[in-house]
């Protein structure tokens, strides 16, 4: 009980140290922003609100100014099971990218991470 409550406590602070040490979204002409959400309609992150990976990860999303829709994986049970069933397994933070009519699930934070920046950062 006493662990439960001290993980649940964490997680809040880690969420709440995000909200207020949140980066800047990056600025682009509105043409180049336009692209950037239609690229990313075919993305979808499966991810739990307090982990740490996710808080990570969703920050270079933030800073990246790339809407991508979020899936809450531990408290919706259609989530979850979308992504042991195509994914493969229940590991966040977990990122379905939908091209050319085929599905792609990427793990690892990391990974996310580097793929994201290589695909939206500006030069």
Known sequence: MLIKALRIGLGQLIVFLDF????????RAPAAQAAVEQAATGLALYQFHACPFCVKTRR?????NVPVALRDAKNNEQHRQTLLKHGGKIKVPCLRIEENGQSTWLYESKAIIAYLNERFATA
């Open 20 to 27: 207020i040490t949140r980066p800047r979204k990056t600025r």
């Open 60 to 64: 270079t999303l933030h800073k990246l």
